[in-house]
């Protein structure tokens, strides 16, 4: 990278046009957030998810001037990856950035209850899948010397959590695998780096607010006093996906409202 001086700093440091990204589980929740923030800053975005698409989200994406695609896909299925891949260059052309986000959480309050059927698909869609994505995705931002690879971790990359052995375990591992990833890409300009995000008031948490104890229990660790909105990811995610944090690597950065302080 060209050596710049504190001068040059500017707006344009945010910028994202030019740039193409995947953004798995990209059309839903959280995933839809990421989607939005690189689309509002210039960045086509192609969404891969086994969800069905509406249309929202490609109409906020073109609504902001940028291009969307959506390719339905189960990325843990042999070769799926790869074909995601290949479909965002063949749409857009290059590669620039991806956010591995499709992710799952099963759980099972007796501990001696949890066994491998809970096991197994959260293993492979939270940290296989993601491993895979990345893989891919490295075949070609080595060559081109850039690229960025943006995790969702989450609080419980961190803490044990109880109910779900798993989703910790896959959290603790993806957390991993940014840093080891970072390690193995950073000589060829590449960064890759984490969101923790913790509680946020989406469709899939919405059973634990309805629950005055369970709420309590997450607002009792909330110093913010709130549960989290999606758009308080967006700013994150363009800091990570843009030039701004070219020098940022391996980072896991809390987006939680200050529950891993309390």
């Known amino acids: 990278m060209k050596d710049m001086n504190i001068a040059d700093f500017g707006a344009d440091f945010f910028s994202l046009k030019g740039k193409n990204a995947i953004v798995t589980g990209g059309n839903t929740g959280l995933g839809q957030a990421f989607t939005l923030a690189l689309a ?6 192609l969404a891969a998810s086994i969800m069905p698409d509406d249309g929202a989200t490609g109409e906020l994406v073109e609504a902001s001037g940028a291009r969307y695609s959506y390719l339905r896909s ?8 790869k074909r995601v891949v290949d479909a965002c260059i063949e749409e857009f052309g290059s590669v620039d950035i991806l956010i591995n986000c499709a992710g799952r959480g099963i759980n099972e309050p007796d ?19 993601a491993f895979e994505m990345s893989h891919e995705v490295a075949q070609h931002m080595v060559p081109q010397r850039s690229g960025k690879i943006i995790n969702i971790c989450s609080v419980f990359s961190f803490l044990g959590g109880q109910w779900s052995p798993a989703y910790a375990a896959t959290k603790h591992g993806i957390a991993g695998l940014t840093k080891a990833y970072c390690d193995e890409l950073a000589p060829f300009g590449i960064q890759v780096n984490g969101i923790a995000p913790g509680y946020y008031a989406t469709a899939l948490t919405a059973e634990t607010r309805a629950d005055s104890k369970a709420n309590q229990r997450v607002m009792d660790h909330l110093p913010s006093g709130r549960w989290g909105q999606t758009q308080d990811l967006m700013g994150a995610t363009v800091f990570l996906a843009s030039r701004a944090s070219d020098y940022v690597n391996g980072h896991i950065l809390s987006v939680d409202g200050g529950y891993l302080v309390r």
């Open 74 to 81: 189960d990325i843990t299925a042999p070769g799926n990856p």
């Open 40 to 45: 509002k800053m210039g960045a086509n975005v």
């Open 111 to 129: 501990v001696l209850k949890f066994t491998r059927a809970q096991w197994d698909p959260m293993v492979a869609l939270n940290l296989t899948a």
